[in-house]
């Protein structure tokens, strides 16, 4: 397996314009979490799906954020409009659950977004 | 809800020294535990997981972990640091009930490896 692939890696965009940033989980997972790190804050939960259906997004921090898992394969982190403060490298994860166990989060790479 | 308390958020240790790192959990069952390290520039890692049976566990690249329910602890050793080693560990505690699915993650440890 290819693991959590993210896309893209880097991304530069002017205040005002909209992002979307796209995952892949590894195929099989149930669960697909989308995290936020930055130096002052950490890492922070923004959004989580189980079977493609939204859990917890309590951690989204504006409604400028917008998140969605159209298919097991697939999901979208959507920021529009896009301001400095949203500079930051955003994750992707999934992960099994079997039962009461979670067998841990697979992490893709990261997309490393820069809003000037 | 459970909560992480990475108590040392930089440590240094020498080549070839040994390393503990400290984890403190707050969840009133018993905790599914991992560890997770970062190099710069990387996603995050698994290293090692605990979920229930013997107390002490084995992950990869040399690490271990002992769950210490008394003092409901999870620190992450290793008994000879390689420069390798140098990047940013996060220990997450993950829960049943509502939180089913989700970890929650401490705010990690720096290791900085001097030569």
């Known amino acids: 397996d290819a693991g959590v692939i993210q896309s893209p890696r880097h991304e530069v965009t002017e205040m005002g314009q909209e992002v979307t940033l796209r995952c892949k989980p590894i195929s099989g997972h149930d669960y697909l979490f989308w995290y936020r790190q930055t130096m002052m804050r950490g890492l922070e939960l923004l959004i989580y799906?189980?079977?493609?259906?939204?859990?917890?997004d309590s951690g989204m921090p504006e409604d400028r954020f917008s998140a969605k898992m159209p298919n097991a394969s697939f999901s979208t982190l959507k920021i529009q409009p896009s301001e400095p403060r949203d500079s930051a490298v955003y994750f992707c994860?999934?992960?099994?659950?079997?039962?009461?166990?979670?067998?841990?989060?697979?992490f893709g790479s990261g997309t490393r977004l820069t809003v000037v | 809800a459970q909560s992480v308390t990475q108590p040392d958020i930089h440590i240094t240790v020498s080549e070839g020294a040994s390393l503990e790192l400290r984890c403190n959990y707050s969840y009133g069952a018993t905790p599914y535990l991992f560890w997770y390290v970062q190099s710069p520039g990387q996603g995050l890692q698994l290293l090692l997981k605990y979920f229930s049976g013997d107390t002490l566990v084995q992950g990869i690249k040399g690490f271990e972990a002992e769950f210490k329910r008394s003092q409901s602890s999870f620190n992450l050793r290793k008994p000879s640091v390689h420069w390798s080693d140098a990047a940013e560990y996060f220990c997450?505690?993950?829960?049943?009930?509502?939180?089913?699915?989700?970890?929650?993650f401490g705010q990690g440890t720096i290791l900085t490896v001097h030569p």
């Open positions: 799906f189980n079977n493609n259906v939204p859990i917890d």
């Open positions: 994860a999934s992960s099994l659950a079997q039962g009461a166990r979670v067998y841990g989060y697979t």
């Open positions: 997450a505690v993950g829960a049943d009930g509502t939180s089913y699915g989700k970890l929650t």
